[in-house]
T-cell receptor
Framework: EAQVTQNPRYLITVTGKKLTVTCSQN?????MSWYRQDPGLGLRQIYY???????DKGDVPEGYKVSRKEKRNFPLILESPSPNQTSLYFC????????????????FGEGSRLTVL | AQSVTQLDSQVPVFEEAPVELRCNYS??????LFWYVQYPNQGLQLLLK??????LVKGINGFEAEFNKSQTSFHLRKPSVHISDTAEYFC????????????FGTGTRLQVTL
């Protein structure tokens, strides 16, 4: 089954304790992206990756890191989490066209709800 | 840069009634437009998309949307809703030819009741 898998689905942590949210897709997609969803703000892009070893900032990258060492995996790293990073996080992936562009048809994971105390 | 406005944060409607969820966008260049749906405790899934061609786009579950360039709108419609359509709906926009950045609206919560 084609899917994007995120772990953990739920996490409560404390300020400053490094954590990683993993994301893996089995569709051989080149493009992957992380979003955070907050009430009244919709989804905001944190980072995205067009391919292995190619990553770029989205709208709200502060406080986050990503890496893309393998095509299928795109972990989101919070080096020193703070309460304002309490949010619902989504990983998404997509194919790229032959021209190297993304059509915008994203496949989403089920989300990771993070609470930072 | 592009932006999306969803004017209604919540839309209550009775089952079997028609519904329209409004979306307006702003962009200085050509765009792709999308509607995504998020059911409770799930990720988003694509309902429909406009990339080019016919301005009336049909999607899954009986939904359709019409791209209106002059009014910069992409409203979502369904002639008769079902309880199972209760969900949050997001409009999204991206520039044509890139789409590395998909900008989402703030969402509209559709609540269908008997």
């Amino acid at each position: 089954e084609a899917q994007v898998t995120q772990n953990p689905r739920y996490l409560i942590t404390v300020t400053g304790k490094k954590l990683t949210v993993t994301c893996s897709q089995n569709m051989n997609h080149e493009y992957m992206s992380w979003y955070r969803q907050d009430p009244g703000l919709g989804l905001r892009q944190i980072y995205y990756s067009m391919n292995v070893e190619v990553t770029d900032k989205g709208d709200v990258p502060e406080g986050y890191k990503v890496s893309r060492k393998e095509k299928r995996n795109f972990p989101l790293i919070l080096e020193s989490p703070s309460p304002n990073q309490t949010s619902l996080y989504f990983c998404a992936s997509s194919i790229l066209t032959s021209g190297g562009t993304n059509t915008g048809e994203l496949f989403f994971g089920e989300g990771s709800r993070l609470t930072v105390l | 840069a592009q932006s999306v406005t969803q004017l209604d944060s919540q839309v209550p409607v009775f089952e079997e009634a028609p519904v329209e969820l409004r979306c307006n966008y702003s962009s200085s260049v050509s765009v792709y437009l999308f509607w995504y749906v998020q059911y409770p405790n799930q990720g988003l899934q694509l309902l429909l998309k406009y990339l080019s061609g016919s301005t009336l786009v049909k999607g899954i579950n009986g939904f359709e949307a019409e791209f209106n360039k002059s009014q910069t709108s992409f409203h979502l419609r369904k002639p008769s809703v079902h309880i199972s359509d209760t969900a949050e709906y997001f409009c999204a926009v991206s520039r044509t030819g890139t789409a590395s950045k998909l900008t989402f609206g703030t969402g509209t919560r559709l609540q269908v009741t008997l």
